[in-house]
């Protein structure tokens, strides 16, 4: 942390400026989550509020109370009917049956076997699942894997944190963001958690009073 932390404040005096104004890096990674329920509980929060999406979320988990969470056998066995009273809509009960098959053949590696693949392999072996797309994946590298060098260039956050920092009157595009954000590796990971505080702040300023 202290490595990135100098790497990414020696790039610019702007970005060190801020990291003094925020503190350390507060970055946390889910050591006890495989890919698989992440991608699970990624799938479950899409498009929805936190409080509804850990709601669904319980339900699903209360189907099997045997197992700590619903394993990829359990969730394939699991009928429509139930998933849907669970809360998921049709889309989101195929993208969630579609990570179990996938989990069942291997596709979905474990997390000792993630730890072998690199992040450009994981995005591309993923992103083959029904409703996964790179910016989950991306999601999945940082918080779940702890992957330190990612920077999801989609991600409005990140954009609108660098709008914000450095004074732009527009977002960069994905492109361009990821051109500008070249100078932060390896350490790219941790300037996304920066910028996302910056977008942060920028909503604090925003709210009346």
Not at 14 to 31: F, N, S
Not at 60 to 70: M, N
Not at 76 to 100: E, P, V, W, Y
Not at 112 to 120: E, K, N, V
Request: proline residues 6%; contains cysteine.
């Amino acid at each position: 942390m202290r490595a990135a932390t100098t790497h990414l404040r020696s790039t610019c005096p702007i970005l060190a400026a801020h990291i003094k104004r925020v503190g350390p890096c507060r970055l946390e990674v889910e050591q006890d989550r495989d890919p698989y329920q992440a991608l699970v509980s990624a799938i479950a929060y899409q498009q929805l509020h936190g409080n509804a999406a850990r709601a669904i979320l319980g339900r699903f988990v209360a189907l099997h109370p045997d197992s700590p969470f619903p394993t990829p056998q359990q969730v394939l066995s699991t009928s429509d009917a139930a998933m849907r009273a669970c809360g998921f809509s049709a889309n989101k009960t195929l993208a969630i049956r579609d990570i179990a098959a996938k989990a069942a053949e291997g596709v979905v590696p474990t997390r000792r076997a993630a730890t072998r693949l690199s992040d450009a392999a994981l995005i591309e072996r993923l992103t083959t699942i029904r409703g996964v797309g790179r910016w989950t994946v991306e999601m999945l590298l940082i918080f779940t894997l702890g992957r330190k060098d990612i920077l999801p260039v989609d991600d409005f956050g990140v954009r609108e944190g660098y709008r914000l920092l450095y004074d732009l009157q527009a977002q960069p595009k994905p492109r361009e963001m990821a051109a500008l954000g070249e100078a932060w590796a390896p350490y790219r990971s941790f300037a996304s958690w920066y910028l996302w505080r910056a977008a942060d702040a920028g909503k604090t300023v925003k709210q009346p009073g």
